[in-house]
């Protein structure tokens, strides 16, 4: 390791929420079946990661068709998956903070019509993984994910990224965009990232559509608050559900505290197009990047 290099904290902790978060993620994916609940899956993925000791980095996302990012379901959703839905299943474990996020797509019910658009961002993310290198430009990596979506006819979504991840914060401040020219930072070595590419055969844009049931604290409450600092010390700066509001008492005091908190839309393709997307947390190494959440 170089002296330039930062490398996080805890690595080993790293490494195990990574393959948390991936097998969570598969159990996503094996679940998005033509009847199921979305909140049912949401909560089937969230216990998966806590019975395996640790705790969700944030809501299970499940966002489907033209929805790119940022839907959960809240407590009273009870709309069913069907044959043909495209659902984006986006997946974060933590331990101790160290933050791992994954995600992948499913043509529900096993159909074919959108095969190319997952193709897609399977080929995306497999070729941004391949440019990461240390000292390496991250437009590289920009590059390989927009030529492989172009490859297949399709458009990388020009305002969502990869990033970087620090212990406690999901975006860490280093954005890796899907489109080339945006970028002219480089790779550290031992740096944690994600590359996510998202492919769409609509416009390559996003709008913000409805509250999608996820907030996080912009900033901490104030001292005499007891019970929203409580939340805060659950929390800290990453996203979570009203789902995983433990009593009336934490709901009301969210409610109170409705001032600290961000919150975030859903975003929805704005040409009206599919999106699907793929995602690994990977280790920027002296000899490229090591994918942390593998398959099980």
Do not use: C
Not at 29 to 53: T, W, Y
Not at 196 to 222: K, L, M, Q, W, Y
Not at 240 to 268: D, I, K
């Amino acid at each position: 390791m170089t002296a330039t290099e930062t490398p996080p904290p805890g690595l080993d902790r790293w490494r195990e929420a990574a393959k948390i978060a991936a097998g969570a993620r598969e159990l996503g994916i094996r679940l998005a079946v033509p009847g199921a609940k979305r909140r049912e899956i949401a909560e089937a993925i969230e216990a998966f990661v806590r019975e395996r000791g640790a705790e969700p980095a944030f809501p299970a996302n499940l966002s489907r068709n033209r929805e790119a990012a940022h839907y959960t379901p809240d407590d009273e959703d009870d709309a069913q998956l069907v044959a043909g839905d495209l659902l984006k299943v986006d997946v974060g474990a933590h331990l101790d903070g160290a933050v791992a996020d994954t995600a992948d797509t499913v043509e529900v019910g096993g159909g074919r019509r959108q095969a190319h658009l997952v193709a897609a961002v399977h080929d995306a993310l497999a070729a941004g993984v391949r440019a990461v290198r240390a000292g390496g430009p991250v437009d590289e990596v920009s590059r390989a994910i927009a030529g492989a979506i172009h490859a297949r006819g399709l458009k990388p979504v020009r305002d969502l990224t990869g990033h970087s991840i620090e212990r406690y914060v999901l975006h860490a401040g280093k954005s890796i965009p899907n489109v080339p020219g945006l970028s002219d930072a480089r790779f550290v070595e031992g740096e944690i990232i994600a590359i996510e590419p998202f492919a769409t055969n609509g416009e390559g844009r996003i709008a913000n559509g409805p509250f999608g049931h996820i907030v996080r604290f912009r900033r901490s409450p104030p001292a005499d608050d007891a019970e929203l600092g409580r939340l805060f010390a659950r929390f800290r700066t990453l996203p979570f559900t009203l789902r995983w509001a433990r009593s009336p008492e934490e709901r009301s005091a969210l409610e109170r505290g409705r001032r600290l908190l961000q919150m975030y839309p859903v975003f929805v393709e704005r040409g009206g197009g599919l999106v699907a997307q793929a995602e690994h947390t990977v280790l920027v190494g002296s000899g490229g990047a090591e994918v942390l959440t593998v398959a099980p």
